[in-house]
């Protein structure tokens, strides 16, 4: 079985779709790729579709989607070619039966050992911490890289998300965001600020009130010694974060900001050496730019 769902839910097997059209079980089936090859309660399927509390014959209803969910299983079996090198958990005799398991007070689909994109995401942005946390910043960047290229959009997109599936989709969106944190540390770490900035500008225009982006920005147009641009960027996220929490920006954002101006002042307004002393006479005392002291 082939699971995505970083971007529209896609499931696959034997290569043949069995993602539903029907709104009901292809939420079904997307609370229970959230969990693959765990058993998934009757009750907190129930509580997703029917967060309002189940009507009567919701019991029945939800054996109806399951009954539907293992037509299509069933068809993808028939059309589909079994492999030549049968992977692990292949049996020749794997039935819908098999595919979506019905146990002791729930339901587990079975993926047969085949692949789970959040998988493939979560053990590429588990060796890019690693790297990360060992120094090794161009690893660090393509794990973390290789990690963020398996999304397609927001996950589950296109489903109807209740509860379960919305409080999924905020972990698996704050797991991106982290990740993708990393990895802009890692690539400013390799000095490619400048590569960085156009990215960066998409980012914090999408995430108006994520301070490490943000401080990420400002760093990166520091460097490119772009001061004033920096500063706006401060000055905007102080805005959004102000009319949407009524909060300041944090303590690092803010010594990033004096750091900004600091470098901006020094960089426009001339430093001058020492006046010399008076007993020189009126006539050579002047104010010498430092560069020109010889």
């Not at 769902?5 to 696959?12: D, F, K, M, T």
């Not at 974060?241 to 944090?250: H, N, R, T, V, Y």
């Amino acid at each position: 079985m082939d699971v995505r769902i970083l971007g529209g839910l896609s499931v696959r097997e034997h290569g043949v779709s069995i993602t539903p059209t029907a709104a009901a079980p292809r939420q079904l089936l997307a609370l229970l790729t959230a969990s693959a090859d765990q058993v998934v309660p009757v009750t907190v399927l129930t509580e997703e579709l029917w967060p309002s509390g189940a009507p009567r014959g919701a019991r029945a209803e939800l054996q109806s989607h399951i009954t539907d969910l293992r037509a299509l299983i069933a068809g993808a079996l028939r059309r589909g070619a079994e492999p030549a090198e049968p992977g692990p958990g292949w049996s020749e005799r794997r039935t819908a039966d098999a595919v979506l398991v019905s146990q002791p007070g729930g339901y587990r689909l079975d993926t047969g050992g085949g692949a789970h994109d959040v998988w493939q995401f979560e053990r590429a942005a588990g060796a890019g911490y690693r790297a990360m946390e060992a120094g090794d910043l161009s690893r660090a960047a393509l794990r973390l890289g290789e990690a963020l290229a398996l999304w397609r959009g927001e996950p589950y997109a296109g489903v109807a998300a209740g509860p379960r599936l919305r409080r999924e989709i905020e972990r698996l969106e704050a797991s991106r965001l982290s990740v993708l944190d990393q990895w802009v540390e890692a690539q400013l770490g390799l000095g490619r600020h400048a590569e960085l900035l156009s990215e960066l500008s998409g980012l914090v225009a999408r995430y108006r009130t994520n301070e490490p982006l943000h401080a990420h920005y400002m760093v990166a147009l520091l460097r490119c010694g772009q001061h004033d641009e920096a500063l706006t960027v401060y000055e905007r996220l102080r805005v959004a974060l102000k009319g949407e929490s009524g909060m300041e920006p944090s303590a690092r954002l803010r010594r990033l900001q004096s750091s900004v101006l600091t470098v901006r002042n020094s960089a426009i307004r001339p430093v001058y050496a020492p006046r010399i002393p008076a007993q020189y006479g009126p006539a050579r005392a002047r104010l010498v730019p430092v560069g020109s002291v010889g």
